[in-house]
């Protein structure tokens, strides 16, 4: 499994995406501009300009013609996947840091950090179909929650939103009347900040990524504590394999704590495990920072991670991965 | 004690008052600040009774000096100044600390004052320093500590007899060596906790047997023979053993006590604590104390500054070199030594006082060593009068202190002794100066302890030039290893103190090139050794075998910083300890370097096996075992043939339990989704397909112009 190696970002990555066919995988990082690549063959496609700032998330809608980024240029922005051009931009008060697209990609939630004196927020937002319909108003703006959201995901049928961030809960929210349904078990649920949250190919249970060295897997409707991978090191990133029983996690020490010339000493290996026995199946190791992104292709053949280094590595499994007994 | 009170009390005493017990709620009732109606609390506060730095806050530090001129008021300020000069030679005097009472009736002194200092340890010297000062001929003080005036006025008048106690049978305080698995225990400190576990090595997982939080204050230490486990204090140190609940045993009152030091036997304990001057000039004053283990009584104490009890810097820790006392003559206790300026002091036990009265006096002595068995203290005297004097390395007997066999040394830059472990054989590893002066190269000095006069013989290595980075002796055996070499690859190289054909004479068995190891470390047993290269080397390990001259096998722990052999040799740990942030935890290997399992924990401090006392076999019953080793392996091969299907059973089960859950939850969820399929496809504007393939898939070419470019191509004919 030689990983394709694609560097076109100055900056450490910050997130990844796959389209849902699975041939275009966007990639995000502190530099301003996103990119979007083959993601059979690792050829740069384009490249989206016109944020000012460092960009956090992004979302593809289902038909691969919109793309929707957040910035800490304290907006997020539209844009026409194919041609790259900006289509509009949502303006906030404070960096913008999660996006994602609902069922239908007729709404999306976005999250603004904890800035100056503005609290932390997770905004519903109407996607127009016409873009002379699009407005900047807000459907429905969840608060309440203490510390930086990292990540808030539409549930099932559009009808909650989950949020995970700095204060290690995770809650789920009603998003018809903004109240919070559900939090996390204080003693089984985090210790420290979650950094990271991916569904399931079917939004059935999601995985979350934690500093306090492990990963969880939730049911996503009642929130049940279904498994818990416990790794060496702080995880920034996570994804579910859509085709086998496997899991993904990635991260490292903190750039400040690595005083180590020695790569292995941060541990910046994306690990996997065996999603029901918890047990840890391999590791692939290459990148020279902190993993900060992880994501499988659709199909589970091929996943790829963004590190702090500035690189995104493509990975295509060998046939050795699909036999893998345990 | 509050639980003593019964119910039926309360409530006649509540009859009695009038109150109606039922309509109050007793959870609401709290105590006045500072009273607590005679009614102990429940939380333990350990060493309470006896604990000095509460007394600190009181009047430790005051003491009563008597026996003073009684002066009118005329002479008061005269007496106070003469009083003051005298006291603040030992320490400075708190403000308005010297207080001497006056008579109001007769407006005289009472003939005594009290004088506070800063420290108790001031108060203390200043006692013992000016009791018994002569003022004049009439006036001798007699100094006391302020403190100890309550203890002295408790004495009853009349003699009472002693209350004699009953006789409490002990625990077995040897029961970890009767496993039935024979297993060996460790015990680990990582954050603010303590734990003791089996090495559980069928299981692959240790076994908990008893952890406890905030048991210790700075560090653990188990005694040299697995008895105890002590721990350090503020005030002092604790012995724990037992069964396996490790109840206390005792506890040694020691004030700030920095280090502890076990006697070989364990009979004896030694803690040392340096403290502050009050004034920043002088030297730290050091206290040492011997305890009985068994008894907790002080069997000594040593008191001085800093500087007598650093006459040598070996080995430096926090300033001084430790352990300051050496323990000698094996097993037994006996003798116990300290290194001093021209002088070895040799203490014995009985009396704990100087054998002989008098130190051994050995001009400019700068280390020595006592045999692990017997009674031999190897010294070492550096060169003299800039190489007029040689240097000598020379092996003297105690109690009787003659010379047993004495070498002269030339050019000598520096001296380590090695003493194997059975007192057989003594390496001398000396450094020389070349012939120029400007570099140094090492040989070895054998002396064989065991043979007819001593015998001595040189070694020197096959390259001269190279350093010796490590030196070990084979445990019980006749062999030692060197890692030697320049550079970042040294070699290591395998001698023996005998030959084929002759038994007094060394030879070298085999020279390993180009190893990444610093350190080496035998099995407790002999015959094999691991090769490590800690820290610069990222944790390298390599397990050899010395009867067959063989690797075994090599492993890594990535940054492992110790590496620790059970007391059998059959185990081997190696950890990283919170040295940085990273990777902290252990992992056991078998002894031919296959790795068992590994445990992960975050500020990781300390592992430690826990020793075990010597075997009671005699020789010729261990020989026969080791004859018949297969006979007695037979039923253990059973056993972990047993175990090995039982954990796979086990893991069979749980591996098709976790199966079987992870099986309803996605049933459960695959039915959920099948129920809001309607939903979303009306969220997706009717799109029907739901997540499976049936889109159609439509082939549209685009032509799309990159860029026009143009140029023109020189033609040139005659290319060809």
Redesign the interface.
Same mark, same amino acid.
């Given at each position: 499994m030689r990983p394709i190696l694609m560097k076109g970002h100055e900056r450490p990555l910050t997130f990844l995406r796959y389209n849902r066919d699975g041939d275009l995988l966007f990639s995000c990082a502190k530099d301003h501009s996103p990119n979007v690549w083959f993601a059979d063959n690792g050829d740069r496609l384009g490249t989206y300009r016109g944020h000012n700032g460092a960009v956090w998330s992004c979302d593809v809608s $289902?038909d691969s013609t919109r793309l929707i980024t957040g910035s800490a240029d304290q907006t997020a922005k539209l844009w026409d996947v194919q041609t790259g051009r900006e289509l509009f931009t949502f303006r906030f008060d404070a960096p913008a840091r999660s996006v994602e697209f =609902?069922? *239908?990609d *007729?709404l999306a939630v976005i999250t603004t950090d904890n800035f100056m004196d503005n609290v932390p927020t997770a905004q519903v937002k109407r996607i127009a179909e016409d873009l002379d319909d699009q407005s900047e108003e807000s459907l429905l703006v969840i608060t309440g929650i203490k510390g930086r959201i990292n990540r808030a995901v539409w549930g099932?049928? &559009?009808r909650t939103i989950i949020t995970a961030g700095e204060d290690a809960t995770i809650r789920i929210w009603d998003t018809e009347t903004g109240k919070c349904l559900k939090e996390s078990d204080k003693e089984q649920g985090h210790q420290k900040t979650i950094t990271s949250l991916s569904k399931s =190919?079917?939004w059935?249970?999601f995985l979350t990524g934690s500093l306090d060295k492990s990963a969880k897997l939730w049911?996503i $409707?009642t929130l049940t504590l279904?498994k818990t991978y416990v790794t060496? $090191?702080p995880v920034n990133a996570v994804d579910i394999s859509p085709l086998l @029983?496997h899991v993904v996690i990635g991260g490292g020490?903190d750039a400040m &704590?690595v005083?180590?010339t @020695?790569r $292995? =000493? *941060?541990?910046f290996e994306a690990k996997f495990f065996h999603?029901?026995?918890q047990e840890e199946i391999g590791g692939v190791k290459g990148h020279f920072g902190p993993i900060n992104a992880l994501a499988f292709n659709p199909d589970g053949r091929s996943f790829s991670s963004g590190g702090e280094d500035g690189y995104v590595r493509l990975h295509h499994f060998d046939s050795d991965y699909f036999n893998i007994k345990i | 004690m509050a639980l003593e009170i019964s119910m039926e009390g309360i409530e006649a005493r509540a009859r009695e008052l009038g109150v109606d017990l039922s309509t109050v709620d007793l959870d609401s009732i709290t105590l006045p600040a500072g009273e607590d109606f005679g009614i102990p609390s429940d939380d333990e506060d350990f060493l309470r009774d006896d604990d000095p730095m509460e007394l600190e806050m009181g009047f430790a530090n005051i003491v009563v000096v008597d026996n003073l001129p009684v002066v009118p008021p005329e002479k008061f300020e005269k007496l106070e100044n003469v009083i003051r000069k005298i006291y603040s030679q030992i320490g400075a005097i708190k403000e308005g600390g010297l207080w001497m009472p006056v008579n109001p009736e007769t407006k005289k002194t009472y003939g005594y004052c009290f004088v506070e200092y800063n420290t108790p340890q001031e108060a203390e010297l200043a006692r013992e320093k000016t009791n018994g000062y002569k003022l004049d001929k009439s006036h001798i003080f007699a100094v006391n500590m302020f403190d100890d005036f309550d203890k002295y006025m408790k004495v009853p008048d009349e003699w009472m007899p002693a209350e004699i106690k009953p006789y409490t049978p002990g625990e077995n305080l040897q029961k970890w060596l009767a496993d039935e698995k024979a297993r060996d225990q460790f015990v680990i400190r990582a954050g603010t906790f303590t734990e003791v576990y089996w090495n559980d090595a069928r299981q692959k997982m240790p076994e908990l047997v008893f952890q406890k939080q905030y048991w210790t204050d700075s560090f653990i230490q188990w005694s040299p023979l697995g008895t105890y486990l002590a721990t350090v204090h503020r005030q002092g140190s604790q012995v724990w053993g037992g069964d396996d609940k490790f109840e206390r045993l005792m506890r040694f009152a020691h004030p700030q006590v920095k280090l502890i030091d076990f006697s070989p036997g364990e009979k004896y304990l030694v803690t040392y604590s340096s403290h502050e001057p009050s004034n920043p000039r002088d030297t730290h004053r050091v206290v040492l104390n011997i305890f009985d283990v068994r008894t907790g009584k002080v069997m000594r104490d040593f008191k001085g500054s800093a500087d007598e009890f650093s006459a040598s810097g070996n080995i430096s820790v926090s300033g001084v070199s430790w352990p300051i006392f050496r323990w000698g003559g094996g097993k037994d206790d006996k003798y116990f030594a300290r290194l001093g300026k021209n002088v070895i002091s040799v203490y014995e036990t009985e009396t704990f006082s100087l054998l002989d009265k008098k130190s051994l006096k050995v001009e400019n002595v700068v280390d020595f060593c006592w045999s692990p068995t017997d009674p031999i203290i190897a010294l070492f005297v550096p060169e003299l009068g800039g190489g007029n004097q040689p240097a000598r390395v020379s092996l003297v007997q105690i109690p009787g202190k003659e010379e047993l066999r004495q070498k002269n040394l030339f050019s000598v830059s520096d001296c380590k002794m090695y003493w194997q472990n059975s007192g057989e054989y003594l390496a001398v590893q000396v450094d020389r100066y070349t012939k120029t002066k400007k570099s140094t190269y090492t040989g070895f000095e054998l002396f064989r302890i065991k043979e007819r006069d001593i015998p001595i013989e040189v070694l020197e290595l096959d390259n001269k030039n190279d350093k010796i980075i490590a030196f070990a002796w084979e445990p019980k055996g006749h062999r030692f290893a060197v890692i030697h070499g320049d550079g970042p690859k040294p070699d290591i190289s395998f001698y023996s103190m005998r030959t084929a054909n002759n038994i007094s004479r060394v030879s070298k068995l085999t020279t390993l090139k180009s190893k990444q190891a610093n350190a080496l470390y035998w099995s407790p047993g002999g015959r094999f050794i691991v090769f490590a290269g800690l820290k610069g080397f990222n944790g390298q390990l390599e397990f050899y075998n010395v009867d067959e001259l063989e690797t075994m096998a090599t492993g890594e722990h990535f940054m492992a910083t110790d590496i620790m052999w059970d007391p059998t040799g059959r185990y081997l740990a190696s950890a990283v300890t919170s040295v940085h942030e990273m990777e902290n935890g252990f992992q056991i290997w078998s002894f031919s370097g296959k790795q068992l399992y590994k445990v992960s924990k975050d500020h990781f401090y300390q592992f430690l096996w826990r020793p075990r006392p010597p075997s009671l076999l005699t020789p010729e019953k261990e020989e026969e075992i080791s004859k018949n080793l297969r006979k007695y392996s037979k039923k253990y091969e059973q056993e972990d043939q047993d175990a090995f299907n039982q954990l796979s059973e086990q893991e069979r089960k749980r591996r098709k339990q976790l199966q079987e859950d992870w099986e309803g939850w996605v049933a459960k969820w695959k039915q959920l989704h099948e129920e809001e399929r309607p939903y979303r496809m009306e969220l997706r504007d009717g799109e029907a397909s739901d997540d499976e393939e049936e889109y159609d898939t439509k082939e549209v070419e685009v032509e799309e112009v990159v860029d026009v470019h143009e140029e023109e191509v020189p033609f040139e004919l005659d290319q060809e």
């Open positions: $289902r =609902a069922i *239908g *007729g099932p049928l &559009n =190919a079917d059935s249970h049911d $409707r279904i060496e $090191r @029983d020490q &704590n005083t180590m @020695d $292995r =000493a *941060g541990k999603k029901i026995l | -």
